[in-house]
């Protein structure tokens, strides 16, 4: 069980940032997904649920069931005719061989002790000539400008933080190693792009989820001792400052791969 690892946890600032994320992010990653009309699908680590149900409407007749490891996370979750959410665990789910038409994950290898096995499971489950498809961090690709020194030392701390709890926020970078060691054949790697400036409509949401992210593990890292009080609030001082700064920018990448068993 990785509830210990989530190192974002489930107070309602995370949960609304987790909202918002998923508001930015959804309409490209269902584009990413290719939904097949009828298909049967599996979300694992749905958390709020606001994906799956953008999943479930992106097609006719789409049936899509959550697994989630989290309570908190399940009661949270929408209601929708098509859309089931169970309480689970990644490395072991719960569902018979070749359930489904398309298997997904976002945002999930990153929390969990085996992502490897996790993988496994998800070729395990999915129909022959059915699809597997994650989008992950990889949390060294993030870029602000005018540069924001402090900030960059406390996200090398927080992605230090993560790795002791047992996660891995550089996950991404290991997407086509780890499928292929899954057991998949064919595997296609791809990006989704946060470019995001001053003025450009996500701009203010974008910095604001960093943010977000770092006070999530706020107390983690505090109590942990891995940084202090005010190292922490300068860096994201300097991430407010860049809000309203007229000249500042950000990008990211979420790291994508999709393949077919
Ligand atoms: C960052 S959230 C992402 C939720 C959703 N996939 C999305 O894209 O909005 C990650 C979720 O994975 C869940 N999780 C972590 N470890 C898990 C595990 N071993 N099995 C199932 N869910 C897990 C967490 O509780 C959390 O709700």
């Not at 749905?46 to 069931?65: K, P, R």
């Not at 569902?95 to 993988?119: G, M, N, T, W």
């Not at 230090?160 to 290991?174: A, I, M, N, P």
């Not at 054949?185 to 960093?210: C, F, K, T």
Request: aromatic fraction near 8%; proline fraction near 5%.
């Amino acid at each position: 069980m990785s509830k210990d690892i989530y190192i974002h946890g489930t107070e309602p600032s995370e949960q609304e940032r987790l909202a918002v994320l998923n508001r930015m992010t959804n309409a490209a990653f269902v584009a990413f997904l290719q939904v097949p009309a009828g298909a049967r699908v599996l979300e694992v680590g749905s958390g709020l649920g606001l994906l799956a149900v953008d999943v479930a409407d992106a097609a006719s007749g789409v049936q899509v069931t959550g697994v989630e490891i989290s309570a908190a996370q399940i009661a949270a979750s929408p209601i929708h005719p098509r859309v089931t959410f169970v309480q689970g665990d990644a490395h072991t789910l719960q569902f018979p061989p070749a359930s489904f038409d398309l298997v997904y994950a976002r945002y999930l290898l990153e929390h969990v002790r085996d992502p490897q096995r996790v993988l496994r499971e998800m070729h395990r489950v999915v129909k022959p000539g059915g699809r597997v498809a994650v989008c992950e961090n990889d949390v060294s690709l993030i870029r602000f400008d005018p540069p924001c020194p402090a900030f960059d030392r406390a996200w090398r701390v927080f992605t230090e933080f993560q790795s002791t709890l047992g996660g891995d926020g550089l996950v991404g970078r290991r997407l086509f190693r780890l499928f292929r060691d899954a057991g998949f054949d064919e595997v296609e790697l791809s990006v989704q792009p946060e470019v995001h400036w001053h003025g450009s409509p996500g701009y203010v949401a974008w910095v604001h989820n960093i943010i977000g992210n770092l006070e999530s593990a706020r107390n983690g890292m505090l109590a942990a001792g891995v940084i202090s009080q005010s190292d922490l609030n300068a860096g994201v001082a300097e991430l407010e400052r860049l809000k309203t700064d007229s000249t500042g920018s950000a990008v990211f990448v979420w790291n994508r791969a999709k393949a077919t068993r």
